[in-house]
């Protein structure tokens, strides 16, 4: 990689290194600068915070990570599981969060759909539209997390898909990191009334064991009767430190399908937030999380009902092998007025070895009446009569294993409507499955 | 035998005092009681409380969250709400250096 003689970290001069002084319109500099201030002013995480009480950070040091770096001269070898896989209609791939290349199918273009750099969209027509909508609806004073990533945010991609257009093949993006390089690039997607879209994310390693950081924001905004889509895998090495904020705004009629793959990390702490914010928006929710070794993975959802007859169905379901840690703390809250809402929230989690822990914790607030919300959560082991079931009937002890732990994951996999994806979960899953001792 | 990784003098920490050190990537406890070193996971079984925050009463240490007792020597638990032992490691002392190996195994 070339060699560079500036500080890229996360500090004040890393900043105006990386992302204040940059081609961009004014607006979008005194953004930066006032999440740069409120990043300086918010505290890092504790446990003394409630949302992360189960997540220990004290042993992450945001300045071994570089903001930004100038892409090689030679892009390294992407090891993604989806490119060989998903048949296209656009592929975008980042370095480090910023585009490498990138190709839509021409008659989709002529259509008006975009599949391109964020960065360089705003700088190439679409300023206004992005403007309106860049962090209308994340929060980027959050955290301290939230707040880094809307100062330092370079790169990101923009999916925007015009009224009535339908995509009929996925959009895919997948995001490579480099060893000690971070991805802070953000995602914007905006369906215009009554698109179609499938957009596919997926996460890579180019090192499969050196440690790396993801601070990243995703909005997804659909306009009435929009349909989307939306597969974000999270599969980077298991040294990988991952801050995620993912929010979508569903308006009337708009309906949501958000898979969810929790694979990698060595520890990932991510808000997924769904809002449903028009009469008969609908969400649906599926979350695949597998842990091992001493990963941690901590996913807090939220189901957001603000407006009458609106549905959410939301579930998670998690293995654990080793010392690994999964944390699930969903909230379903239905505001004042939202009558007639339908909110599921449901997480399952299979532990694999005595030494895992998983704290699953649902939660409601319904503040309307007439609902119908519901929750639930378990935790449990491997049946050892299914295991010797298996064996009876000719399976060696870890096939058995894993034919349970996909029998488990089955109900989750049947909701995603998309083949390749789940082909690719189930085979990453098979793989990292060991041997079961109870 | 695992590798022994350099955490502190002895005269760093009082006797009987407690610290965390991060060790490889591992929050660990070490405590300093009568002479002899003990180092555990920082962390109670019961909540992923912080150990180390709460109070030393000779080889016990109290969880501040939900006052869970533990067994410095051994990381046994003593009392609710705490029912599993949290994972203790080995300490070395060389002359004034004080070295931890890691328990992989939990």
Known sequence: MPSLNLDTSFTDEGFHNVAFHRPQPNWLKELRQRAYRTFEDLPMPNRSMEEWRRTELRHFRLLQFQAWSPHPEQAPEIPSQLIPRLDTDGLIITLNGRKLESRLDPALGQQGVVLNCLEDSILNGWEELIRKHLFSILDWKYDKFAAMHAAFWTGGIFVYVPKDIRVNKPLLHVAALMPGQADVGHTLIILDEGAEATVVSETVSVDPSASSLYCGGIEIILRPGARLRYVNMQNWNQATFHFAHQKAVLAERASLEWTLGALGGRLAKVNQHLVLDGPESEGIVNGVMFAENRQHLAYHTLQHHRTPKTKSDLLYKGALQDQSHLVWRGMIRVEPGAVKADGYQRNDNLMLSETARTDCIPGLEILADDVRCTHGATAGRVDEEEIFYCQTRGLTRREATRLVVTGFFQQVLDRITIDSVREALTDIIQHRVREYRG | ?106
Not at chain 2, 32 to 42: N, R
Not at chain 2, 93 to 98: L, M, N, P, R
């Open chain 2, 1 to 106: 035998m695992g590798e022994l990784i350099r955490v502190c003098r002895v005269s760093d920490l009082p006797d009987p005092g407690k610290a965390v050190f991060d060790v490889s990537g591992r929050m660990i406890a070490l405590f300093h009681v009568s002479g002899t070193f003990w180092a555990l996971d920082d962390m109670c079984t019961h909540d992923g409380g912080p150990l180390a925050e709460g109070e030393l009463h000779g080889y016990t240490i109290v969880c501040p969250r939900h006052g869970a007792q533990f067994d410095i020597r051994t990381g046994q638990a003593k009392t609710m709400p705490a029912v599993r032992a949290t994972t203790a490691h080995k300490v070395v002392v060389k002359g004034d250096e004080v070295y931890v190996e890691l328990n992989e195994e939990s």
